[in-house]
């Protein structure tokens, strides 16, 4: 009698567990699956999705090497003659400058060279060697300078165990920002910079967007997106407190400064404001 007693309350048991179970399963809702979100992203081509294998893709180039530029490049000099009647002097006649073995190399008062070509925003590439032996000390040894918008000075110096003043250093933005590290080589070595330079905007006689240098020397980075807080110059801060108004292009520039500095393997990428 006992034993169908507690057989029946265990069926009992079973048959309420059974029933709550089935009836919990009735009650309780999946949760919904919530459909995907899309990611859409605005661009210059149209609204695309992330991940969208229709977007245009970017132009194909060839990417260029030691002594050769990029396949999109303008080549503003190879080292030859030809090249050479991209630049003039700052008068627009023929420059006095040799071309020689591949370069061409500063000649004493005959002044800047400056390219025919006028541009704004960009990437520059230039290779260049200060002499050697080397002659003069400070900022009389291997002086010279690459000009953006025919205004903006990377300074060219032998750097190379010469002491100066470091807003005047090789590849300072002279008299505005000394580079992060001094990443000379020897003089007479080539040596490269590789500049993604952004004009600034002026309206009516402001600046409304200064202009901001990022700088490679021999491939390091010095200077890392600075913004250029007016002109360079010789005591630039001191003489010149802020920008002088220019045209949106300007063409690249370098400097004759006394010294015999060579420069090879020029060329230029334009790039938006
Ligand atoms: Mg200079």
């Known amino acids: 009698m006992k034993r169908t007693v507690?057989?029946?309350?265990?069926?009992?048991?079973?048959?309420?567990?059974?029933?709550?179970?089935?009836?919990?399963?009735?009650t309780v809702d999946e949760p919904a699956k919530k459909?995907?979100?899309?990611?859409?992203?605005?661009?210059?081509?149209?609204?695309?999705?992330?991940h969208d294998v229709n977007r245009p893709a970017p132009p194909v180039i060839t990417p260029g090497g030691p002594g050769k530029a990029p396949s999109d490049a303008i080549v503003l000099f190879?080292?030859?003659?030809?090249?050479?009647?991209?630049?003039?002097?700052?008068?627009?006649?023929p420059s006095k400058w040799i071309v020689r073995d591949g370069y061409m190399e500063s000649v004493k008062k005959a002044g800047y060279v400056q390219t025919k070509g006028k541009f704004g925003s960009c990437q520059l590439h230039v290779e260049f060697a200060t002499p050697t032996p080397p002659k003069g000390s400070s900022q009389g040894r291997g002086n010279s300078g690459v000009f953006l918008h025919g205004t903006y000075e990377v300074q060219?110096?032998?750097?190379?165990?010469?002491?100066?003043?470091?807003?005047?250093?090789?590849?300072?933005?002279?008299?505005?920002?000394?580079p992060l590290v001094n990443a000379c080589r020897k003089p007479g070595q080539w040596q490269s910079?590789?500049?993604?330079?952004?004009r600034p905007i002026f309206k009516g006689d402001k600046v409304v967007r200064k202009a901001s240098?990022?700088?490679?020397?021999?491939?390091?980075?010095?200077?890392?997106?600075?913004?250029?807080?007016?002109g360079t110059g010789w005591r630039g801060p001191h003489v010149i407190s802020d920008y002088e108004p220019h045209g949106d292009t300007g063409p690249i520039m370098l400097q004759d400064?006394?010294?015999?500095?060579?420069?090879?393997n020029i060329w230029i990428r334009e790039l938006r404001d």
């Open 78 to 93: 190879d080292g030859t003659e030809a090249s050479m009647t991209n630049w003039t002097d700052t008068k627009g006649n």
């Open 213 to 230: 240098f990022t700088v490679l020397h021999n491939g390091v980075v010095v200077h890392d997106h600075v913004v250029l807080q007016g």
């Open 35 to 50: 459909p995907p979100k899309l990611m859409y992203v605005e661009t210059d081509t149209g609204r695309w999705l992330i």
């Open 257 to 264: 400064h006394g010294n015999p500095v060579r420069f090879r």
């Open 193 to 198: 910079y590789d500049i993604i330079y952004h």
């Open 156 to 178: 060219v110096l032998d750097s190379y165990e010469n002491k100066t003043y470091p807003d005047g250093q090789c590849a300072a933005l002279y008299g505005r920002a000394v």
């Open 6 to 26: 507690v057989t029946g309350i265990v069926v009992c048991m079973l048959a309420l567990l059974t029933g709550y179970a089935a009836e919990q399963a009735a």
